[in-house]
């Protein structure tokens, strides 16, 4: 065992932060067993120095983030800021001077992974971040490595935990979009505002960092479809369990056409009750992966919380401690693959639309004639109305969002189509 | 990108060897940009010179291993013979003649996974074998990389697919064990001689190797407490239905007491229906993982066959290939902790007793005095009965195993006790 101590700066001490504190503390004989050196705080950087943090020296703390980084004796800065700026800069800094960087920031990995990993390279450091995708679970690490030898078709998964609870609480009480996200509220699940969550931005950054390892290519937060859950409603909920079906907000990235392209998208779907997804229930968080030679496989587990997402920065921390005692570095970037990014309009799969419609002979007749006139066929068809209104309720084949949404705008122009009340796309079948 | 190749050995070819050696063929560009030189297969060891192997050049087919792994200019050596001898020697005389090993050999890494590690440190080498615990799972890397900075209390898990395989179906369609058993072989899943797989020797390797990397102790296959599934019943199955539970083969490995020592063991148990074990289907593989930090991870997938197999060697080729480029190696046995192993005595956990008794007054009374002597508290207790005889059904609080031992010795020498008819663990709740 080397002596010396490995020097970790931390930047930021709330909730992951803190408990990356307290167990560097409470477990630091087996984190030096484990790494081969004993680590070190050696810094804290907060925005509020007065507060009081429990088992942190108060000599520990300031408010320079940059002159800590800067320090120059540092081996491993972990970054838990989260957001875009100050964290870049002062990761990008904290290569300069010849750290190692563990983070848990999805959205500026899914902005900037490319010039950071550039970066790391540049210093001959690494760049870690298992936190920053579905918490504790492990799974950057599995594409990255036990799937290295692999080819991965398809990513699958729930990686929102806020998101979740809310439709798992509207499919099992029947409640509506706004009550279930009160109780999130109201229980801390969801955020004062949850925009980044409900809106699909958090499990769209995701979905950019899971598509670029899993397919070996570039695929930034810009590049991702993104569409947000607050328009689901207790009755598609009704519909869906027509189908046998529940509604998720999934993360979806997988090879297009051929596997010549990729495409990722974020969205709410129509998922089998007989899926595994289909059962993760509350705040956890599941990804399903589709490879050639391993077939599926499911990951699943707690996707967020101070504790978990600490559990995943230190399993980072002993990795890339364990480089700094050996003089190594694991792997960087691996994007040699250089796929195009397909656009949505690519995407094929399958889709469920509900239509308010006249209720009068040749209705069905017309709509069917559209989904035929766009390529889009039609698997079902269920109709039924009163007082003159009708619905209809059709289910595709598998057709591309292109010619679905050809499809849609053609009907909203029928006369005898009053309204598109929900179009949702079938997953996992 | 190194141009000169890294040599890969493959000793055995048969379903898994083969499997890997396709891979390797049809996916060099991507193997050799992922771990950043070309792999080339150098020789390959069989015990069959003759059979025709689509893909493979003859000239590469030996049928001296021996020669092969001593030929010196052999980067990786992929062990899938199996079987203790002659992989042990071949494993050793590789490591000493300068090769890194990955191997899918559970039986013999559960049995001297130490001394193989040792001769691995010795040589400078890596010795990974993530391909012989829950076949395409990421388990092994998981546990010894992703959580290495937080505290694993338990493992629980499905390990064994043929047995999984065979619980199944008794559960599904009240088949009994000899009739599924037929099932399996006349599939595939079981083979002619299915007493690894059925006396659970195949799922305590698997135990002896989890719990070893978890706990950061040399847990050997002799450690293991292993009880098989060959006498469970429809009727076991009718009583777990009663409960709200299914029956499943596990393998669990835990912290035993404070903290202080660990256990390890393979038998059936009865779970609960809502706990995410218990719809593990067929064939397919589970391992539940508890930690301090993490909370409840899951990971699921197939747990044997040819191409999920070879993913998971491939997956170990391209982090040694990469050890063998940048001229390091990964982490190396970590067994510092050295905590005792537990016998199974010390093991605590919940009971279901079903007991042949006389109909008479007064039994119970004799039957929950047994059990109070013994410190073992009942739960539940049901009795059921008719032409004079009756049956009893205990399901315990949690008790030591030596505590339980101790009272069914007991029962068995009542009078009114006419036979134990089984007792099966209560576990995942």
């Known amino acids: ?152 078709n398809r990513v699958l998964g729930i990686v929102n935990g806020t998101t979740n609870f809310i439709l798992d609480k509207m499919d099992s009480t029947g409640a509506g979009y706004q009550e279930a996200l009160d109780e999130a509220t109201a229980l801390g699940y969801a955020e004062a505002d949850p925009t980044a969550d409900v809106e699909g931005f958090d499990a769209a950054a995701k979905a950019a960092i899971l598509a670029g390892i899993a397919f070996h290519t570039r695929v930034r937060l810009d590049d991702v479809y993104r569409e947000g859950m607050t328009e689901v409603t207790a009755a598609d909920f009704a519909s869906a369990k027509e189908m046998g079906c529940t509604i998720k907000l999934l993360a979806i990235c997988e090879r297009a ?54 559990s995943a920065v230190l399993g980072d921390l002993v990795a890339v401690g364990r480089h700094r005692v ?9 994007a040699y693959a250089a796929l195009p990014v397909s656009s949505m309009g690519e995407v094929v799969t399958r889709y469920h639309i509900s239509l308010d419609v006249a209720d009068k002979p040749g209705v069905l007749a017309q709509v069917a004639t559209v989904f035929a006139e766009h390529g889009v066929s039609i698997d079902t068809v269920r109709q039924s109305g009163k007082d003159g209104e009708a619905s209809l309720v059709v289910v595709t084949h598998r057709a591309s969002d292109a010619a679905l949404g050809g499809t849609v705008d053609a009907l909203r122009k029928l006369d005898t189509v009053r309204g598109v009340a929900s179009i949702m796309r079938v997953e996992g079948e």
């Open 1 to 152: 065992m080397r002596t010396r101590p490995l020097k970790v700066a931390l930047l930021g001490c709330g909730v992951v932060g803190s408990e990356v504190a307290r167990i560097m503390t409470t477990h630091a004989d087996d984190l030096a067993a484990r790494i081969g050196a004993p680590v070190e705080l050696a810094g804290v950087a907060v925005r509020r120095p007065d507060k009081v943090r429990e088992g942190i020296d108060p000599a520990l703390v300031t408010t320079d983030a940059t002159a800590l980084v800067k320090r120059g004796d540092l081996d491993i800065v972990v970054e838990v800021i989260g957001g875009i700026e100050p964290a870049r800069a002062l990761i990008t800094t904290a290569f300069e001077h010849g750290a190692s960087v563990v983070s848990a920031n999805k959205a500026l990995l899914a902005q900037d992974g490319a010039a950071l990993h550039a970066a790391a390279e540049e210093h001959g450091r690494d760049l870690y971040y298992e936190a920053a995708v579905a918490g504790a679970i492990p799974l950057i690490r599995p594409l990255r490595e036990s799937l290295a030898g692999d080819k991965v």
């Open 257 to 310: 056409g051929d596997g010549a392209s990729v495409t990722a998208r974020v969205h709410p779907a129509m998922i089998p009750l007989s899926h595994p997804l289909a059962s993760v229930r509350g705040a956890y968080n599941a990804v399903f992966v589709e490879s050639d030679a391993a077939g599926q496989l499911m990951f699943y587990g707690p996707g967020a919380g101070g504790a978990p997402t600490a």
């Open 326 to 334: 050996s003089g190594t570095t694991g792997p960087g970037e691996s």
